[in-house]
């Protein structure tokens, strides 16, 4: 009975935050000078209007589910992976390659793409990740600074005289294969089957985190390192696990948008999805199943946004202005709580060695 | 100018749980070294601490001077001319001697900090209380005796005319310790009160005037050291009664050793040794209490009997296997299990439920576990069920955090998780610390359950009249030695308690 | 035509000072005890109310006043999450920089139509900021070595017991160091838009980050730090004088992959302040 009802108020605390959230926004756009009863309006309507808005909702909202459960793996294990952004750009990049470099069956070249695809995002979180388990670096900085590289380096691999620029019309590679498609809901509209793979992720990870002995391991990692090794766990090794799974996580994502919506890779192709991800993470407070509602808001967010800004009631910027303060209010709850602990510690007295 | 430095009058101080000081009594005058005696728990750390400002008494009043004073925080009690040298020193690695002596009172140049004034008020210093040290020497790169002579001078150059020492001595050696002496003897000679908080007897009566000594919470007597032998501290400072709330019954042994210590030296954090070539048995069917103030090297002991800290020498048998250096998670299996210290640092996760943490350390277990990928939840959950049965776990459900759990109760859900391993040896270090009485009897009447299985319990505890209710034989530690081991019928509280003050007592 | 020239050097000097000046600002934060994520968003914030105030006020003094404040706001905004409310200081870091970013496209949008970038504003010379940033990384050195603040400084990250015995109050330190902090920051972004004439949402570049990363190689002292700036300065400037030799993604890359190489070699040797991250409780009372 007891779990229920913390997950009931933990639901409530969110649910409560993003009303707050949405509430400032209104002022926030009051003092922009917009009126926010036609702003959140065309913000849903952009979002959920008709199918087709849904649809582009859900397109914008996969991605960013791959990246967000991306930042939880590692925020689970008390790590901060800052770099989905990049690693999701090594499984977008080597993905496609596999998409048009390999000869395979339907499906069966989907499925190895897509392999590919996080593998190279996972080698992209292994690097930070052995860095900090044997040597000690902070990951925050390693991850985003190796973010970047991949950003650019992708870059110049489609760039004129890179080795991979497969068009003349604009830095990208070329078509990938059939066979390696990942197939579209309906003809015609981008949403592909990455959303259904991130879903079954979420599940997988969820089950993981809270049925696996290895998740036990990784989540006893983040909350408290040393009672874990007491425990006789391998401390360093759940470190690489965490990091080096995350980067594959993202790197699948980006796959998935390669094989699923573009066809092939573009460079700078996303608009931050992966910074997307550690808001999702954030909003999700680390909870996989929590991640696709959250992924949807943020992708809703979007769509809504490019729908304001059609309707001409708003800048479609105004959405990560929302964003940005949903992610304040979220996490905020938390520091609410943490204040009433901290009031309550300083009536209980600290018994220190008398 | 007034004679009498300090006088507390009824101080009472309470903490969650426990009542650490109980209208106690205290004068302190100038010119004088005044003991301050007690086991762990006694409370004279506490009453100190008050003094210093570090807390607030409940009731009670203090005089410095013969004024009343309301001692706020440490800063009022510095500007009164009191200082402290705490057991754990106060003290900034990195920094200079100079450094550390100078935050807080720095001499300025205009903006800047006259470093030279202050080397030069530190030699001075120096040289007035022959406390040799080099004021532009790194702390880190100090010995622990002088980085005690660096908070002594500290206290000195902000003005204390009343000096408080906690447990000086515990980190020194022989000759530090003769220095300290000296050192101390100077400043009583120049007029100076000092606190000298101990458990050491002989050094209590090496250096003191006067003795205080403290018994959980309350002041027992005060006694001039002309009046002061070592039998009577020590009954005063462990008292004659021992209360009996639970009963061992008599049980028949198979002589079977299931624990065998020899010759085991252990190194500290600093590297110094801990534990010194320590040897002892524990058999079937008994509880061996290893008694002692905190400090003597019993911490170091635990962590190298339940690998957590490799020792230096010696070797651990474990049912005649040798078991030296083996990892906590060997020892389990083999049959080795650790009721540890901090609890909630290195015994629980917190945040986890209660399941959870009965299975910590235990995760992958056959019966939890198939492989890394797979829990048997079923099984993990009946496991929880009984054992917060068998161990009157009060909680509102098996996935509750353990954090909401009051500390008798996550207690119990480490006992039941180790003891739910079968263990054969069982390492107890403190296993009733913080926990309410009934909290307590609840964990006596297990380890009493374990002895009359056969097991062998290692009970590590600071709280003699515990050891003395629930061993089956008593050894001491002094100093990283076992200095004797008694059968419970031959052991008597005054002998145990010198024994513990360092008195040397013939081992029977 | 010779890439190492006099110009080289300068022009590292000029692409140093952002990177120096949030090293300077994040180690008198950390040296307290308070780490700080949200340097990015905090020098995105400064150059964007550099930008604003600019365009509309016509007065880039003005303009830099402005930076400095919304800077020294976020440090406060920080300093509460971390230290009065014991957050975690990443995550109070992280939010920070995402509702910067948020913002930052945003008011561009609303102010001027144009996503992301604003016309172009009144500047002020950028040495300038140069020289203020050399000025205060020499005084910082000084105050953080041979004041009595700055021993306090140090104590207070170092054993905050230590500091609290010895009467100093260690939260309000934190605040304070953290505002600073966050001016710098400001400052830093102050200097970013005057460099370039207006504002662009990129323009910050992961500059804030690089910063951390300099004030860990130069082991927490405002002058190694600032030195280890000029060194990731000097490859910025090197790899812009590059793109006529090799693909310019490779120079642009090479700011950041360098500074993973030097923090990965970089073991252990910077002594980092005891009580990083860790919230103050006093016992007792």
């Not at chain 2, 009046?227 to 005063?236: D, I, N, Q, R, W």
Request: charge should be positive; include cysteine.
């Amino acid at each position: 009975m007891g779990a229920e009802l913390r997950l009931a108020r933990e639901l409530g605390l969110v649910l409560a935050s993003l009303a707050l959230a949405f509430g400032v926004g209104a002022l926030v756009a009051q003092l922009s000078g917009l009126s926010p009863g036609p702003v959140y309006r065309e913000l849903i309507r952009g979002a959920f209007g008709d199918q087709y808005r849904i649809f582009q909702t859900l397109t914008q909202a996969t991605p960013i589910m791959f990246t967000s459960l991306s930042f939880l793996i590692a925020f689970r294990a008390g790590l901060f992976n800052i770099g989905a952004e990049g690693q999701l750009y090594m499984g977008a990049f080597f993905g496609a390659w596999a998409g048009f470099t390999l000869v395979l069956p339907p499906y069966f070249h989907t499925a190895v793409a897509l392999l590919v695809g996080a593998l190279a995002g996972a080698f992209w979180g292994f690097i930070p990740a052995w860095l900090r388990a044997r040597r000690g670096t902070n990951e925050f900085v390693t991850t985003m600074m190796l973010s970047y590289v991949a950003v650019y380096f992708t870059s110049w691999l489609v760039s004129p005289r890179g080795p991979y620029h497969g068009t003349q019309w604009a830095n990208q590679t070329v078509r990938i294969l059939r066979s390696a498609e990942l197939p579209r809901f309906v003809q015609g509209m981008q949403l592909h089957w990455g959303l259904v793979i991130a879903g079954l992720l979420s599940l997988v990870l969820w089950y993981f985190l809270f049925r696996t002995p290895r998740g036990y391991e990784l989540r006893a990692v983040g909350q408290n390192p040393r009672a874990a090794q007491y425990a006789g766990i391998d401390v360093p090794r759940i470190t690489i696990l965490a990091l080096t799974l995350a980067g594959a996580l993202a790197g699948l994502g980006g796959a998935a948008e390669i094989l699923g919506t573009h066809r092939r890779f573009i460079e700078f192709f996303s608009p931050g999805y992966g910074w997307d991800g550690i808001a999702g993470g954030l909003i999700a407070r680390a909870h996989p199943l929590a991640v696709i509602p959250a992924a949807i808001l943020i992708g809703a967010l979007r769509a809504g946004g490019m729908g304001m800004d059609r309707a001409g009631v708003a800048p479609a910027d105004f959405a990560s202005v929302l964003q940005g303060i949903v992610i304040f209010f979220v996490v905020a709850p938390e520091l609410f709580r943490i204040f009433r602990r901290i009031r309550r510690e300083r009536r209980v007295l600290v018994h220190s060695q008398p | 100018m007034p004679t009498e430095a300090v006088r507390m009058e009824g101080i009472t101080k309470t903490f969650p749980g426990v009542v650490a000081n109980a209208g106690i009594d205290f004068s302190l005058f100038f010119g004088e070294v005044h003991g301050l005696l007690g086991e762990n728990g006694a409370g004279k750390t506490v009453l100190m601490s008050i003094l210093y400002g570090l807390y607030q008494p409940d009731s009670g009043q203090i005089y410095v001077r013969e004024k009343p004073v309301r001692i706020k925080s440490p800063a009022v009690a510095i500007r009164l001319g009191i200082g402290m040298v705490h057991q754990h020193f106060m003290l900034v690695p990195r920094l200079t001697v100079w450094e550390n002596m100078a935050v807080g009172w720095e001499p300025r140049r205009g903006p800047f900090l006259d470093r030279h004034r202050m080397r030069k008020r530190v030699r001075d210093l120096v040289e007035e209380y022959h406390l040799e040290i080099d004021p532009d020497a790194k702390v880190e790169e100090l010995s622990v005796g002088e980085q005690q002579r660096v908070e002594i001078l500290k206290a000195l150059y902000r003005g204390a005319e009343i000096l408080i020492l906690d447990e000086p001595t515990a980190v020194l050696t022989e000759q530090e310790v003769e220095a300290l002496f000296r050192t101390i003897r100077a400043l009583r000679d120049q007029g100076k009160a000092v606190v000298f908080i101990t458990h050491k007897l002989h050094e209590a009566m090496a250096i003191c005037d006067r003795v205080t000594v403290l018994r959980k919470g309350k002041r027992v007597g005060t006694v001039p050291i002309s009046e002061a032998t070592p039998e009577k501290l020590a009954e005063m400072m462990v008292g004659r009664e021992v209360v009996f709330r639970v009963q061992p019954k008599p049980v028949s042994r198979e002589g079977k050793e299931l624990l065998r210590v020899e010759g085991l030296t252990v190194h500290d954090d600093r590297g110094l040794p801990a534990v010194q070539n320590v040897s002892f048995a524990l058999f079937d069917h008994e509880i061996l209490g290893i008694a002692g103030v905190e400090g003597n090297g019993q911490k170091e002991l635990v962590e190298a009997l339940t690998g957590l800290r490799l020792p230096k020498a010696g070797k651990v048998y474990v049912e005649g296997r040798e078991v030296t250096g083996l990892s906590a998670r060997d020892l389990a299996r083999l049959g080795l299990v650790h009721i540890p210290e901090d609890r909630q640092a290195t015994g629980l996760i917190l945040p986890f439920s209660l399941a959870e943490n009965l299975i910590l350390g235990r995760q992958r277990e056959d019966g939890f576990a198939l492989g890394p990928w797979a829990q048997s939840r079923g099984r993990i959950f009946r496991y929880a069920a009984e054992a917060v049965r068998t161990f009157s776990i009060v909680a509102p459900s098996l996935s509750v955090p353990v954090q909401n759990l009051s500390g008798g109760n996550q207690q119990r859900v480490i006992l039941a998780r180790e003891l739910g391993r079968n263990p054969k040896v069982v390492v107890a270090h403190q296993p009733t610390r913080g926990l309410d009485v009934a909290g307590m009897e609840f964990v006596w009447e297990k380890l009493l359950e374990l002895r009359d299985k056969g097991c062998g319990v290692l009970l590590v505890s600071m709280d003699l009249d515990e050891i003395l209710m629930l061993a089956d034989r008593v050894a001491v530690m002094y100093r990283g030695e076992i200095v004797g081991i008694w059968p419970r019928e031959e052991a008597n509280k005054h002998e145990l308690g010198l024994a513990m003050l360092g008195g040397r007592i013939a081992a029977r | 035509m010779s890439i190492l020239s006099l110009d080289l050097f300068l022009a590292a000097l000029r692409l140093a000072t952002p990177i120096a000046l949030v090293a300077l600002g994040e180690t008198f934060s950390e040296l307290s005890g308070v780490i700080n994520v949200g340097v990015e968003g905090t020098a995105l914030a400064g150059a964007l109310l550099t930008a604003i105030v600019a365009y509309y006020t016509g007065s880039p003094g003005l303009a830099l006043l402005a930076a400095l404040a919304v800077g020294a706001f976020l440090g406060l905004v920080h300093a509460t999450w971390a230290v009065y409310l014991r957050a975690d200081h990443v995550v109070s870091g992280v939010a920070i920089n995402l509702l910067v970013s948020g913002a930052a496209l945003f008011s561009t949008r609303i102010l001027w139509g144009w996503r992301g970038t604003s016309p172009s504003a009144a500047t002020l010379n950028p040495w300038i900021f140069v020289a203020l940033c050399v000025v205060f990384v020499v005084l910082g050195q000084i105050y953080i070595f041979r004041t009595p603040w700055g021993l306090r400084l140090r104590v207070v990250g170092e054993h905050p017991q230590a500091a609290d015995t010895a009467g100093i109050n260690v939260n309000r330190t934190r605040l304070l160091y953290t505002v600073l902090n966050g001016a710098l920051c400001g400052l830093a972004g102050a200097f970013l838009f005057n460099n370039l004439g207006r504002f662009t949402e990129g323009m910050v570049g992961g500059r804030g980050f690089i910063g951390i990363a300099a004030m860990v190689v130069g082991n927490y002292r405002p002058l190694p730090a600032f030195a280890a700036a000029y060194f990731f300065g000097l490859v910025d400037a090197l790899q812009m004088r590059l793109q006529a030799y090799i693909p310019s993604q490779f120079s642009i890359i090479l700011p950041y992959l360098l500074t993973v190489v030097v923090l990965a070699g970089f073991l252990g040797r910077a002594h980092v302040p005891k009580a990083l991250g860790k919230p103050y409780v006093k016992e007792g009372r």
